[in-house]
């Protein structure tokens, strides 16, 4: 139970840490910090950590695939429909077809056991 709530600190200190930079504005660090994957660096760092090399390589190759398969869709999704329907509305059909990409996906990767290590 410890390392869970290590887990959510740390989540919770970087994200902290990045609006303090924009707030701060500290623009670029601030901008730079939101393009790095920041959940999934620390999440990887513990995962790697418990769980060993081969099953963070094999979750990664997971996550990047999924990104093409549902991430991509949400930011076409949002760039193409903001300037017709508005910001919120944009985002909001885009996390639709995100969700539905990604539940599809990763019930395909259940499905087939995908990225298990053997």
Known sequence: ???????????????????????S?????SGFATLMPVFTLVAYFFLGQSKGGAVLAQHAWMVLLGTIVSWVPYMVTVAVLAPKIGSNKAILVGLGV?????????????????????
Do not use: C, H, K, P
Not at 3 to 17: A, C, M, N, R, S
Not at 25 to 29: A, E, G, M, N, V
């Open 1 to 23: 139970m410890t390392e869970y709530l290590i887990y959510f600190i740390t989540g919770g200190t970087v994200t902290t840490v990045i609006i303090a930079f924009q707030n």
């Open 98 to 118: 995100f969700f539905v990409l990604a539940v599809i996906y990763l019930g395909l990767v259940g499905m087939f056991g995908l990225f298990r290590v053997q």
């Open 25 to 29: 504005d500290s623009r670029l660090i």
